[in-house]
C-alpha cells in the first residue's frame, strides 16, 4: 500500500487525509495536537450557563481573567474565549518575529479552523484566474467538501459572488435582527443594487441545522463564540477523530516536525520530528510528504529543510492575508427590543460591494449582537459607566456589526525569511507592507458600507470603526504559488514543491491569489482535489 | 454588608490570605465592591462577585500596566464612599483617563456582572420605556454627564496639581 506523511491536523490535513485514505493510500499524521477542554455543561444555553455554571466567571472570563477587555487594553473585542487558548498556544522552540504583522499560529488537534465562524464561501471563477488550472477542477470540491461538514445557505443574491455547488443545505433559522435586516435590503434592494452594487443575502456556514448520522444539528444555544459544545458549527478535529477509526491511518501526536531530508536526486526521503515534552527524536521513512501545517508553519519547514539540505534558506515572498475592518452597528427599528440569545452568534448574513475588477470583490460578514460580551462595548461608550449600561439595555438587540474582508495579492515586500542562530536555531522573520493604494481601497468601500447601513435603517456610530492589523484575519496565503512552470520556491498546480519532489503543499501556501473570503473552504477543497489528482488509485 | 439571595452554587474558596495588612486590604475591596456595584446595578453585590472581584486584585490583573499613580488610588478611595461620587468620578475618568485604576476596576465588575445571573439577566432587559420617554432619558443622562462632568473637573483639577507638585500624579 502507498504511503503518505501528513504534516498538521488543520482543515487542509485532515479532508487530504480523508481523501488519500479513500484513494487507498496508508496516511500518517504528525502532529502537536493539543486537545480542547471537555465542554461544560453541554446541553445548557448561554442564558442557562450563568444561571447554573458553578464558576461562570472562569468560564467566561478565565481563571487569569484574560477575557476582561480593560479601557486602553491591547485587546480586540470578538477576540477569541479563553478557553479556546489551547488553539493559539505558543511552541516552545518555534521562534518567530514580524513586522507589520501580527501573526497566530495553532499546534490544537483541528489547527486554527477550531476558532473559525464557519464562514463558507466558494471562489467565484474569477478568482481562481490566478490558480494555473480550469476552475472546473476546483469548484467540484467545494460540493464534496460540503457533503463532508455540512454547509447551510442559500442561493440567493449572493449567488453572483458564491457560487452554488452541490450539497448546500437550507440556512438555519434567523435571529430576528437578521430578519429584519434582510426585510429591510428587500425593500432597499433596488436602489443599494443600482447605486452602491451592493448585494445582501444568507450566508455561507458549515453548521447545518438537521442531525446528522455523525453530528448534531444546530439548537440554538447560543455558546457558537465560546465553542458549539454539540459540535453543531464544523471544526476540523470532527473529521479527525473519524479518522482515528479508520484502517490505514496513524496519528502521531505530541510531535513537531522540524524538516525533511531529500536524496540525491533532490526527492524527499525522511521527515524528522521531536516531541514536544522530552525532546526525543523521531524520523520517518516518507517517500510523499504533505505539507498541512498552515502558510508560516509549512513555510519555516521547507525554509530549514532548504538550509539542511544545501545550507542557505531563500526567502519566499508573496505573503497575503485578508485586511479586515469591523464596522459596529446600531438598527434603530431594533431600539428597545429584547436581545435573541437563543440563535445562532455567528454571521447569518453577508454584504457583497461588486467592483469593476471583479477580483477586487468586497466581503463583508453581517453578525447581529447576541451572547458576545458586552462589557467591551460598553465602556466604549463616551460616557459614564452606568449611564453607558443604561443605554446599551435598550441597544443590545439593535447592535450589530458588519467585518468588511478586502482581497490581497503577492508582492515582493511580504515575505518569510529565517534567521539562523550561531546554535543553529532558526527563527521565521514575517514582513508585511499592505498595497499602496490600501488606504483609499478602505476609505471609499468604508463609504460604501456606511451608505448601505444607512438604507438598511442603521448607522454606524463615528470613532467605533476598527481597522484590524494584518494577520488578524488569520487567512494566510501564497508564499509557494501553484504555477505552470516556475522556480524552485513554487508549486506544481498539484501543490508539489519544485525544490524537493514528492513534498506536496496542500494548505495555503500555494494560492496565488487570495479574494476578499474566508479561504477555510476554499483550502480543504483543494486539500481533496490535490489528494484525488496526484494520490489517485 | 448585604448581598443578594438567589446564589445557586457556593463560591469558589477563597485564596488564603495574610492577617493584618492583606484583612485590611481586603476590607477595602469589599467596601468598594459594594459601592461600585450600586453605582452599576442599583443592588449589592452576590458573594460570587465579591469573591471573584476580591479574586481579580489577588491576580494582579485590576493595576494599570506600569501601576497606578497616586492620584489614581487616591480617586478610588473618594470614589468608595458614595455612588453618586463614583458618577462624577467615572465621568472624569472616562474623558480624562480611560485605562486608570477605577475604570479599570469599575469595567472589572461590569464584566463579573455581566456573567452571573441575576445582574446577567437585568443588564439583559431593556428598561421597557417608550421611543420617547427614552428619548428623554438620553438626554437627561448627557446633560448629567457634561455637568457632573463640569464639576468634577472643576473640584479634580487643583487636586490632581497638588499630586503633580507633589511629584505623586
New interface residues.
Partial sequence: MKHVVVVGSGASGVHFAQSALDNGWRVTLVDVGRTAPAAELPNASF?QL????????????GE??E???????KGEYYGFPPHKGYIFAPLDGLALRSRGFDPLLSFARGGLAEAWTGGSFPFAPAELCDFPFEPERLVRYYGVIAGRIGVSGAVDDLARFLPGHEHLAPGLRLDAHSEALLGAYERAKPRLNRELRCFVGRSRSAVRADEREDRHGCTYLGRCLWSCPREALYTPSITLRALLRREGFTYIPDHVVTRVDADDSNRVKRLHARHVASGAALELDAPRVAFAAGTLASSKLLLDSLRAHGGAAPTLTGLMDNRQVLVPFVNLAL?????E?DSYQYHQLALGLERDDPRHYVHGLVTTLKSA???PI??SV??????A??????A??ALGLVNVNFHDERRESCSLSLDVARDGGSTLLVRYEPAADESERIRATLRDVKRALRQLGCFAPPGMTHVRPMGASVHYAGVLPMQREGGALTTTPLGESRAFGGLYFVDGSTFPFLPAKNLTFTLMANAARIADEAFGR | MKHSSDE???A?PRPPVQAGAAQRVDSLLERECDVFVR??SGVAPSE?VLE?YLA?HA?G?VE?PGGAADFERWIVRRASSATWL??AL??HQ??FA??SLL??K???L???L????PH??????????S?AA?LF??AW??A??AL?LLVATLVLAPVQLAFKLGGRA
Fill in positions: 442564558a450563568k444561571r447554573e455554571h458553578p464558576d461562570p466567571a472562569g468560564y467566561f472570563l487569569r481573567f477575557g476582561a477587555l480593560f479601557p486602553g487594553g431600539l428597545r427590543k429584547r436581545v440569545l460580551l458586552i462589557h460598553v465602556q463616551p460616557l459614564d459607566l452606568s449611564s449600561l443604561w443605554i446599551f439595555r435598550n443590545h438587540a | 445557586r452554587s457556593p469558589p453605582y452599576l460570587y471573584r481579580a491576580a490583573v494599570p463614583v458618577r467615572d465621568a472616562r474623558v480611560n485605562g475604570r479599570r469599575l469595567v472589572l461590569l464584566a463579573l455581566e456573567v452571573r445571573a446577567a439577566e437585568a443588564i439583559d432587559t431593556p428598561t421597557g420605556s421611543r427614552m432619558v438620553l443622562l448627557g448629567r454627564f457632573t
